[in-house]
């Protein structure tokens, strides 16, 4: 895997939307987060654009993208927000230009179907908070540059102080970091783009589903072969799902479709549409200890 270069003072972060549309204010908040890491906030033309549900149109979202990954003086794009929208140009994202010019790509949630795309091209990409958050604590802000401002193995990733990880299959694996929100990890199975699950740690989050929906984008990942060819599953925040009386909760629901896999798994850690967030690098070698509820980063994530 190509790792893009470290973020330090002076670099230069794209503000992109590339998904759902930016909420009033949403921009410029974003524009001070990055100036309170040291960066060079540039935002692209057409980030503050609205066309119904998406952030513009296609050729506008597209045209945002590939211009800042074609740029060499762009050290980072990071995604303003998610909601939907990037599946629609993902087939028209310049991959070799992220190639030619490695920069770390930062976001989730839809984002998720970037960082499968670089993936493909080799190149890892951070699956963490996006800047535009009305909230974003501290801890959120030292994991982020845990992994994207040091040249080192971030080790052991910390829990927030209420953090609690439940061993749902005891066992320590090693293996790539690979995953993102389950709605997109199901919804591109069966395109160029699915995710390359053998001997990887999966890792998933989720936001707003029923449960019978979360029981159906699990039982899709484990038709496809996906489950079966993991080495490992950390489960992160699966966070506002609606209660529905009579019906099985949404973390009985991960538990039952993730226990008997014969792969260690836990659930509970701090990443996907939560406040206290790790910034998770894709493709870098992890270990999972699901036992003590840990989550090692084996290797730098950044050059």
């Given amino acids: 895997m190509i790792r893009p270069p470290a973020l330090r003072k002076g670099s230069v972060v794209s503000l992109v939307a590339a998904a759902g549309p930016v909420p009033p204010g949403g921009v410029e908040r974003a524009e001070e987060r990055v100036r309170s890491f040291g960066w060079v906030p540039r935002r692209e033309e057409n980030c503050g654009a609205r066309d119904g549900y998406l952030a513009g149109s296609d050729e506008q979202r597209l045209a945002d993208l590939n211009r800042a990954l074609a740029d060499p003086d762009v050290a980072a794009i990071w995604f303003l927000r998610g909601g939907y929208g990037t599946m629609r140009i993902l087939d028209r994202i310049d991959w070799d230009a992220l190639a030619r010019h490695p920069k770390a790509l930062i976001g989730f949630s839809d984002n998720t179907a970037v960082h499968l795309g670089a993936q493909r091209a080799g190149v890892v990409s951070f699956h963490g908070p996006h800047p535009h958050s009305v909230e974003f604590p501290d801890f959120a802000r030292d994991e982020l540059l845990r992994v994207l401002a040091s040249p080192e193995p971030a080790g052991v990733l910390p829990l927030p102080a209420d953090g609690q990880v439940e061993t749902v299959t005891p066992g320590v694996v090693e293996g790539p970091l690979l995953g993102g929100n389950l709605s997109l990890l199901s919804a591109t199975l069966g395109t160029p783009f699915a995710i390359q699950p053998r001997g990887a740690i999966l890792f998933v989050e989720e936001v707003g589903e029923h449960p019978y929906r979360l029981d159906r984008l699990l039982s899709h990942l484990r038709l496809a072969g996906v ?77």
Avoid: C, K, Q, Y
Wanted: avoid cysteine.
């Fill in 227 to 303: 489950l079966s060819a993991v080495a490992g599953i950390a489960v992160g925040g699966i966070t506002e799902s609606p209660e529905t009386e009579g019906m099985s909760d949404a973390a009985t629901v991960v538990r039952n479709a993730l226990s008997g896999l014969g792969v260690p798994v836990a659930i509970g850690f701090p990443f996907g549409h939560i406040d206290d967030n790790w910034t998770l690098p894709m493709g870098v070698r992890a270990r999972l200890d699901a036992d003590a509820g840990t989550l090692e980063l084996l290797e730098p994530a950044v050059a």
